[in-house]
């Protein structure tokens, strides 16, 4: 129900946009939260930006470089990365949840998940 793409190779500085299409449920208008995560070789899983109808919120580690957005005509969230950097290579995850909760920086509280997509910063 969720396909990412976008992910590629970027030389640090550089910028990516990634897309998470939306099938199988409501997008809009929808009350629950959608959000990024992203997993580090070696790391778990962590936050990066979701939105919800109160706002946009991001991890501190890409905030200002880093937009999250969605249109709900085209069933589609965004991630817009700038100033790309090294640690921010990974496997980026679009995520949803199923009943809302207010914790968006939880995966545990996510329903629905994509396959992910590599994003790779060289320095």
């Known amino acids: 129900q969720l396909v990412e793409s976008g992910g590629g190779l970027v030389q640090a500085g550089g910028s990516l946009r990634l897309s998470c299409g939306v099938s199988?449920?409501?997008?809009?208008?929808?009350?629950?939260?959608m959000a990024w995560f992203r997993q580090a070789p070696g790391n778990e899983r962590e936050f990066a930006a979701a939105i919800t109808l109160s706002g946009r919120f991001y991890a501190d580690s890409v905030k200002g470089r880093f937009t999250i957005s969605r249109d709900n005509a085209k069933n589609t969230l965004y991630l817009h990365m700038n100033s790309l950097k090294p640690e921010d290579t990974g496997v980026y995850y679009c995520a949803a949840q199923a009943t809302y909760s207010s914790a968006y920086w939880d995966g545990s509280r996510y329903a629905y998940w994509g396959q992910g997509t590599q994003v790779t910063v060289s320095s």
């Open positions: 199988g449920r409501t997008f809009s208008p929808s009350p629950y939260p």
